[in-house]
């Protein structure tokens, strides 16, 4: 452990970002708070208990544990507040900057002369100057005399075993050098990646919008491959794995049901509506959201085109759906595509039942053998390691008809082998 620290860190929101963050603060030495509201997920940390399943918070928080709060008033004790809130979306895709709004106003009303105040969550370019910097001003503070605000924009890959808080890069901005000069300092401390300034507080909030737009139309582009792919009788995965021998100016994304996270389904809407009120039309971007929220759509009729070659209704079929959770092997299920294929399961009157190793409080089933007794047929929605490791034969053993492989995640020859129908996404 790091020498200790005279500083004293609040971390608001202990969630994927928070709490890894607010570990990563106590094994560098600082004396580290978290502000949550949530009271079952501050008795669990104050209990050395990690409430998300996270190798590195369930490595780290036993021996690094900050002290967790509901009472905002711990912040009036420290130096440094790191505002890592939610900033999602409503049902129409408006950003909703609520939570960031309820944090800043929480850090302001109990701030410390002189405090350093960091935003994590990502926002558009100008909630920084727009938002968040009038709220101290309007109570009094001078900015870069008595508050200095930055931004960091949160990198966190949930279930990567070699990008975690520790070594993932950052970029930093600020409204003056001497806010910046301090954040630099501070990141510098706790993360042994790169520090990159950047010469203002609207690039930073900026860097991470582009960061996950890149990812949504790349992977925007790979799901209307696989349409167009799937009429053409072409297996798009075999293709991609082609084009990624070419050692240069190509970069591998691949399609599936759908796209989900806190990020990529969210981030490039904050820009889109953000640009709109300067007077500019992001139609790629729209575009790129349109294919993506497609694709649970597209995952259910795939199932329903599968069944009508048996000459079996949706209704009244039996289907079950294997994954909750967004991504592979942890239990994350924010903007998950499966809740958007489960409404349109409903939609059509199916009988389904959910399991996922990962997430068994939100399964109607609580185990894989007795999903696979009940329903014709399935719908793989996250590439699970306990999913790829089925046997084939096992789904022949229990009168599986059909397989929907919404992540192309399974053995498309040896399932097609024994006679079941296989419908992967583009394959």
């Known amino acids: 452990m790091s020498e200790k620290r005279n500083q004293k860190v609040c971390v608001i929101g202990l969630g994927y970002v928070g709490l890894p963050l607010a570990v990563r603060c106590v094994e560098k030495g600082y004396e580290t708070y978290g502000l949550e509201m949530d009271q079952k997920k501050v008795n ?51 950003p909703d900057l609520t939570p960031v709004i309820g944090a800043s106003k929480a850090v302001m009303r109990n701030l410390k002369k002189g405090a350093l105040v960091v935003l994590e969550s990502t ?95 790349n992977i925007a582009f790979v799901n209307e491959l696989a349409k167009s792919f799937d009429k053409l009788g072409i297996d798009v995965k075999d293709v991609i794995l082609g084009a990624s021998t070419k050692p240069f100016a190509f970069m591998a994304h691949f399609p599936a049901c759908g796209v989900g996270g806190h990020c990529i389904p969210v981030d490039p809407y904050y820009l889109i509506e953000r640009a709109k009120k300067s007077g500019f039309d992001h139609k790629f971007l729209k575009v790129a959201r349109e294919i993506n929220n497609s694709m649970p759509s597209y995952t259910v009729e795939l199932m329903r085109d599968a069944l009508n070659k048996l000459q079996m209704p949706m209704k009244g079929t039996k289907i079950g759906v294997l994954g909750i959770s967004y991504k592979a092997n942890v239990d994350d299920t924010r903007e998950s595509p499966t809740f958007k294929i489960l409404t349109l399961l409903d939609e059509h009157g199916v009988k389904y039942d959910t399991f996922d190793p990962h997430v068994i409080a939100k399964s109607s089933i609580k185990t894989l053998n007795v999903i696979l007794k009940k329903v014709d047929a399935l719908i793989v929605a996250t590439d699970h390691k306990e999913f790829k490791e089925i046997d084939p034969e096992l789904f022949k053993q229990h009168g599986i008809k059909v397989i929907v492989d919404g992540k192309n995640c399974l053995d498309k020859d040896a399932i097609k082998k ?8 583009g394959r």
């Open 44 to 94: 669990l940390i104050n209990n050395g208990r990690s409430p998300i399943e996270e190798k590195f918070l369930e490595d780290n928080l036993p021996k690094f544990k900050p002290t967790a709060t509901t009472d905002e008033k711990i912040i009036k004790k420290c130096d440094i507040i790191l505002i890592c809130v939610p900033t999602p979306v409503d049902s129409m895709y408006v």
């Open 123 to 217: 926002v558009n370019p100008g909630v920084s100057e727009e938002v968040i910097r009038p709220i101290f001003e309007e109570a009094g503070f001078v900015v870069g005399k008595d508050v200095f605000i930055a931004h960091c924009p949160e990198r966190i890959n949930p279930g990567d075993a070699k990008w975690n808080v520790t070594n993932i890069p950052r970029v930093v901005g600020s409204f003056d050098k001497t806010g910046l000069d301090i954040a630099v300092k501070f990141y510098e401390s706790i993360v042994d990646g790169n520090i990159r300034p950047m010469k203002s507080i609207r690039e930073a909030e900026a860097v991470k919008i582009v960061e996950n737009s890149f990812r949504d139309i």
């Open 418 to 425: 024994l006679g079941i129908i296989y419908k992967g996404i």
